[in-house]
T-cell receptor, first 111, second 116 residues
């Protein structure tokens, strides 16, 4: 599975959009991009995933570049409860094998 | 609908003791996983199961055994606990993938294990 690169930490003002980048330059054609987050001391929580089209759900939007080498997770109106570590993961073959978690981005939402 | 339930939530063991961590899911998911998380590190896969009666090794399987006798349960055993196994353990489950399935992994709330 392709490796991802994320910034170690980011800050965001409460109520503003949080844009979390992820680079995955070695992604292959059948690999999806997944985002999870982990709020302190809790289990990771699935946010969203996509292959090549932009995706939106009730939690966030996922923007994938046309060459698929990078993506951005957007939390449109960040709240204090969105403070967490956000993991970008790329993998193939949905449902099998392993989710490989890197160190993620620590997002701090500030009042 | 409880999702993924892990028991116990906390445990302290002495070196050499054994214990079993229980993971139960009520979503009829086929796949189940055990991860450990240590400070400053991401989650690492210990073992996983793609169905009842099947198990497979993950990234860090040494010192652990697992069993999946029932679809809804996935047990993680430590036969002889060591201080290096002090960690937070997370169980997860997922639905068998088919294109378009929009569910990700569902994680439990974790078991905090200390081996002294």
């Amino acid at each position: 599975d392709a490796k991802t690169t994320q910034p170690t930490s980011m800050d965001c003002a409460e109520g503003r959009a949080a844009n979390l980048p992820c680079n995955h330059s070695t992604i292959s054609g059948n690999e999806y991009v997944y985002w999870y987050r982990q709020i302190h001391s809790q289990g990771p929580q699935y946010i969203i995933h996509g292959l090549k089209n932009n995706e939106t759900n009730e939690m966030a939007s996922l923007i994938i570049t046309e060459d698929r080498k990078s993506s951005t997770l957007i939390l449109p109106h960040a709240t204090l409860r969105d403070t967490a570590v956000y993991y970008c993961i790329v993998r193939s073959t949905w449902g099998q094998g392993n989710l490989i978690f890197g160190k993620g981005t620590k997002l701090s939402v500030k009042p | 609908n409880a999702g993924v339930t892990q028991t116990p939530k906390f445990r302290v063991l002495k070196t050499g003791q054994s214990m079993t961590l229980l993971c139960a899911q009520d979503m009829n998911h086929e796949y189940m996983y055990w991860y450990r998380q240590d400070p400053g590190m991401g989650l690492r896969l210990i073992h996983y199961s793609v169905g009842e009666g099947t198990t497979a090794k993950g990234e860090v399987p040494d010192g652990y055994n697992v069993s999946r006798l029932k679809k809804q349960n996935f047990l993680l055993g430590l036969e002889s606990a060591a201080p290096s196994q002090t960690s937070v353990y997370f169980c997860a489950s997922s639905k068998v993938g088919d294109t378009g399935t929009n569910y990700g992994y569902t994680f439990g709330s974790g078991t905090r294990l200390t081996v002294v």
